[in-house]
């Protein structure tokens, strides 16, 4: 009966699990059918039926041995439904998910936009109330547009997103975006959704290469699914929590969407933007989100662009 309650908790905790590549619906219907119904003695043919006609092959099939079958780990079942990563765990993870993105593109070689995008990455993540986190940014070396965040502090922005950037209010509006990723966690809850499926028997998926064994088995099958980006509502709630951590840091609060605008105006065709799309919402749906959550809020707010003390490429 307590497998009944876990196996019927984890499928409510999956109601808001986006599509995978797998029919999750019915892949989770037949595991919980196949678990309640594992102690039922199995159903034998009436008495007076004759015995059917096999050829040898499907002889040979039948005599096969089955695969064991897989058996729900009540420990990762718990972790899921009830627990959460320690701030050690989140770090370990995020310093893993930050070295293979180093190992594959390494950081701008300009040590005075380094220091500048931490300052002012640093002094945004000040109002977040994550003082307990080491926040880390980066500009990485990618002329493709987009921005990336990893948990336990750790932030990179394209140089491609960098270099469409006006002002240091924009350059706010885009790290706030990430910082609120990393308060809100919402990378950690993927990777415990990930986990609720492999308590539930799903085979682990591929493995990083070269990573640290503890931090493997941490991040699990998330791995392909941070790949794959976040669902749409956290984006949504990244960009009204993100602007809110701007405005807090003395930022003129429309920053973002002057970024969004900046983007949703790019060509359709612009391969720069292939990756962004994969990961985010369109900007223009992202925009009116954004706008219809916020409305007149932000009318009496004047916060500073800081143009003139913007850094700007070489």
Sequence with gaps: MKVKHLILAALLALTSVPASAFDLGKFLEDRVNRELNKDKPAQT????????????ASAQTAAAPQPAKQKIDPTQLGFALFGDYSLEEEVRIGRQIAGNLLGAVPLVRDDALQRYVNLVGRWVAQQSGRNEVTWRFGVIDSDA???????GGYVFVTKG??????NEAELAGVLGHEI?????KHHLKVLKQSTLIGALGQAASRKVQGSDPAVQNLIGNGAEIMARGLDKSAEFEADRV???????AGYDPWGLPNVLQGLAGLPSGDNRTSLLYKTHPHPADRLAELGEAVGDRFDGLHGKDVANRFYRLR
Excluded: C, E, W
């Design 180 to 184: 609120a990723h990393v308060t809100k």
């Design 45 to 56: 043919a009436p008495a007076q039926a004759a015995p059917a006609q096999t050829s040898p």
């Design 242 to 248: 993100g602007i809110v951590f701007a405005a807090r």
């Design 161 to 166: 997103l960098y270099r469409m950037l006006d």
């Design 145 to 151: 547009i987009n921005a990336f965040a990893a948990p």
